[in-house]
């Protein structure tokens, strides 16, 4: 049986979406990907996106994320990434996707962070 | 030990993944590190990716690899034998706007590996040809 090379799985919580996407996102894979990234922004709700088991990331699938940052801020709702690796990291700090997508250590600082940012954005006279 | 192996294959995308884990193995092999391993297989995914979007309109198309090592850098060509990549295939050197059009692809090539080039028509004759190398050791 065919192992699959890109399995993403979608957390729900009241207020953050983590999607766990582990393994491989490349041209074959990156459609995965992107029905994931649809229903978060159906669901309307801060992301995290977890790539700590992502062993494989290249540009088809940053489109995908550069396209869900601007569809999530249409909404008023943040994109984080978290743990990605070195090779991964600079990828998007070469394309400036970490300029839109904040990348951080752990889920539970991304919480943290979409926290402190979301009573930003509550704060009276925000509009 | 210098070695040269030429790989010949499809623009399927489902076996991309087989041919970049062959090209990272070789490098591992000779004594590279994980993160630059990591950096050769992002760069061999978008040559792949730009000759099945680009040279051969999202179709499968015939591809060759050939892989030389010179006893310390790694020389990576990638032939298609479809259209023109762009009017003036260059690598750029800044982060082109995404237009679409496989110029990001080629920046993060040129970013990760020590040099790289589009070669039209590629040294196997009409088609495009990138060649890139990476310092190993």
């Not at chain 1, 459609?31 to 801060?46: D, K, N, T, Y």
């Amino acid at each position: 049986m065919a192992v699959p090379l890109l399995h993403c799985t979608i957390e729900e919580g009241p207020e953050v979406i983590v999607l766990h996407v582990r393994g491989e996102v490349d041209l074959a894979t990156a459609p995965i990907l992107r029905s994931h990234l649809q229903r978060l922004v159906e669901a309307g709700r801060q992301v995290i996106v977890d790539l700590s088991e992502t062993s494989y990331f290249d540009m088809s699938g940053v489109r995908f994320l550069e396209q869900t940052h601007q569809l999530l801020s249409e909404r008023r709702c943040l994109l984080v990434a978290v743990s990605p690796s070195p090779v991964v990291r600079r990828l998007f700090a070469l394309v400036e996707l970490d300029r839109i997508m904040p990348l951080l250590q752990t889920t539970e600082e991304a919480r943290e962070f979409l926290q402190r940012s979301n009573s930003r954005l509550r704060e009276p006279g925000d509009g | 030990m210098a070695w040269q192996v030429t790989l010949e294959f499809v623009t399927d995308p489902a076996v991309f993944h087989v041919i970049r884990k062959t090209i990272v193995a070789a490098a591992l092999a000779e004594g590279t590190s994980a993160d630059a391993g990591g950096e050769i297989e992002v760069a061999v995914g978008e040559a792949l990716s730009n000759a099945f979007i680009h040279a051969y309109d999202r179709s499968v198309g015939p591809l060759e690899i050939d892989l030389t090592f010179d006893g310390a850098r790694l020389t990576v060509l990638v032939h298609d034998h479809g259209k023109a990549l762009t009017d003036r295939p260059t690598v750029p050197s800044t982060l082109p706007a995404p237009t679409g059009r496989g110029g990001r692809g080629l920046f993060i090539i040129g970013q990760f590996m020590d040099e790289a080039e589009v070669l039209h028509p590629g040294p196997r004759g009409p088609g495009t040809a990138i060649r890139m190398v990476k310092r190993l050791r």
